[in-house]
C-alpha cells in the first residue's frame, strides 16, 4: 500500500498546506518574468490549474492501468507508477530553484497519473494475491493506506515540520519517499497468481 493507494492520500491531502506559499511564487515568478504583476484572477487561475490538473493526471492513469496490468503485470505494473511519482518529486521539488511555476503543474499532472495508476492495480494486486479467507480484510488495505497517506500529508504541512515558506518544495517533492519505498522492496514480492494462470499461462508458477 505504501506505493499504492498512500501515494493518492499523500496527493490529495498535501497542496493544501503551501497554498498561499505557491500562489506567493507564482506571484513573484510572474513579477520577474514580465515585469508586472499578475492580476487575482490570473493568480488564482494558475492555482486553479496546480489543483485540478491532479484528477487529469488521475483520470490517464486510471485509464491505463488495466492495459499496463495485463501487458506487464501486477507486480511490474505497480512499480511502473513509481516512475511518475518520482519525476513529480522531482519537478515541484525544483520548480522553485528553476524559477517556475510550470512545473508545478507539470508534477502535479504525473502525479495525479501515479495515483490513477497505483489505487487501481493495488485493488487488483493485493486482491490476486491473498488468501481466500483473507481477501475481504486484504482489499480494505486500500481504504486504509489512503487514510494513512492523507493524514501523513496534513502532518508533513504542518508549520512545525515542512508546513512552512522555505520548505514548501521539500513538502512538494515528499511523495519520492514512498516511490523509493516501493522500487526498493517491491521486486522481492511474488506475481500475482491470476496473471501468471491466466496471462501468462504458467500454471507451475501459479501454483
Known amino acids: 500500500g505504501i506505493g499504492g493507494a498512500f501515494q493518492y492520500g499523500l496527493q490529495i491531502s498535501i497542496i493544501n498546506s503551501p497554498a498561499e506559499y505557491i500562489k506567493s511564487f507564482i506571484r513573484e515568478t510572474w513579477l520577474k518574468r514580465y ?76 502525479s495525479g497519473v501515479c495515483g490513477g ?16 479467507q483473507l481477501r475481504g480484510l486484504i482489499a480494505i488495505t486500500a481504504s486504509t493506506a489512503i487514510a494513512v497517506g492523507k493524514f501523513a500529508g496534513f502532518a508533513l504541512g504542518l508549520r512545525e515540520v515542512l508546513g512552512v515558506d522555505a520548505l514548501w518544495p521539500v513538502l512538494m517533492a515528499a511523495n519520492a519517499l514512498p516511490a523509493l519505498v516501493q522500487l526498493l522492496t517491491l521486486p522481492f514480492f511474488p506475481d500475482s497468481p491470476r496473471y501468471l494462470l491466466i496471462d501468462k499461462k504458467d500454471k507451475e508458477g501459479c501454483i
Open 117 to 132: 495508476l497505483a489505487l487501481n492495480i493495488h485493488l487488483m494486486y493485493a486482491g490476486e494475491c491473498a488468501p481466500r
Open 35 to 110: 515585469s508586472s504583476s499578475p492580476s487575482e484572477e490570473m493568480i488564482t487561475l494558475m492555482w486553479s490549474f496546480v489543483v485540478s490538473i491532479y484528477s487529469i493526471g488521475g483520470l490517464l492513469g486510471s485509464l491505463s492501468a488495466g492495459y499496463l496490468s495485463v501487458r506487464f503485470g501486477r507486480k511490474k505494473a505497480m512499480l511502473f507508477a513509481n516512475i511518475p511519482a518520482l519525476l513529480s518529486a522531482t519537478l515541484m521539488g525544483l520548480s522553485w530553484l528553476c524559477g517556475s511555476f510550470e512545473m508545478i503543474i507539470a508534477g502535479r499532472l504525473f
